[in-house]
């Protein structure tokens, strides 16, 4: 089943590198780095300058980085994509799983 999501809060973040769909991004207009925080996730990929639409509240599409299982707490892993929270700042929650990288998931977006 394709994944699907439901955006509480869409806002536009200015694109100042390239951002990649379904990519965790910070609010500086660039894909979150490991570990860090993530204003949200990109609903479209953008070039600099591009303005972003970016899921900040509700559920999101995400791209897995690894295996995640149902309901693991999520943190930035590299090239913005989610994998199961170890010592980063939890981001999201999965509320679908992955079995590999490079799936889409949808998850619960957490504020931090």
């Known amino acids: 089943m394709a994944a699907a999501n ?25 894909q979150a780095t490991a570990a860090g925080n993530a204003i949200g996730f990109a609903n ?36 913005g994509k989610l994998v199961t929270k170890a010592a980063g700042i939890a981001v999201a929650r999965a509320l679908t799983a992955a079995t590999a990288a490079d799936q889409q998931i949808e998850v619960l977006v957490l504020p931090n």
């Open 6 to 30: 439901i955006a509480v809060l869409t806002i536009g973040i200015q694109a100042t590198g390239a951002i990649t769909a379904n990519a965790a991004v910070t609010a500086t207009g660039v």
């Open 44 to 79: 479209t990929a953008g070039a600099i300058g591009d303005r972003v639409p970016t899921t900040a509240l509700g559920t999101a599409i995400a791209t897995s980085g690894g295996v995640i299982a149902l309901g693991a707490a999520l943190e930035v892993g590299t090239a």
